[in-house]
Nanobody
Framework: QVQLVESGGASVAAGGSLRLSCAGS????????MAWFRQAPGKEREGVAF???????HYADPVKGRFTISKDAAKNIHYLQMNSLKPEDTAIYYC???????????????WGQGTQVTVSS
């Protein structure tokens, strides 16, 4: 059973950077799909960045060119590097994992506990 523990949320000024970390445990963590979602006050949770085995990375339009998702298989961690932060990036950020087979994500997702990112103007 995969479990996720997040860290790295903070308050920063607009234009600043943060790196979120998601430490995964469990036998199949490194072979699964990994992602980051966020939920701003009064809004639905939205996908921000994804890593799919065999399909690489992809990003939501609002964060393209500013955010980078990556993973360190040796450490069982996936990251979200956030640069050029804007006030509209303020949200609770959740890491996410799902089993993968043949490049497809399937089965029940696993969520991290969430970490607050606040960007002030």
């Amino acid at each position: 059973q995969v479990q996720l523990v997040e860290s790295g949320g903070a308050s920063v000024a607009a234009g600043g950077s943060l790196r979120l970390s998601c430490a995964g445990s469990g036998r199949y963590y490194n072979t699964g799909c990994m992602a980051w979602f966020r939920q701003a006050p009064g809004k639905e949770r939205e996908g921000v960045a994804f890593i799919t085995p065999g399909a690489g990375t992809h990003y939501a339009d609002p964060v393209k060119g500013r955010f980078t998702i990556s993973k360190d298989a040796a450490k069982n961690i996936h990251y979200l590097q956030m640069n050029s932060l804007k006030p509209e990036d303020t949200a609770i950020y959740y890491c996410w994992w799902r089993p993968a087979i043949l490049g497809n994500c399937y089965g029940d997702p696993v969520w991290g506990q969430g970490t607050q990112v606040t960007v002030s103007s």
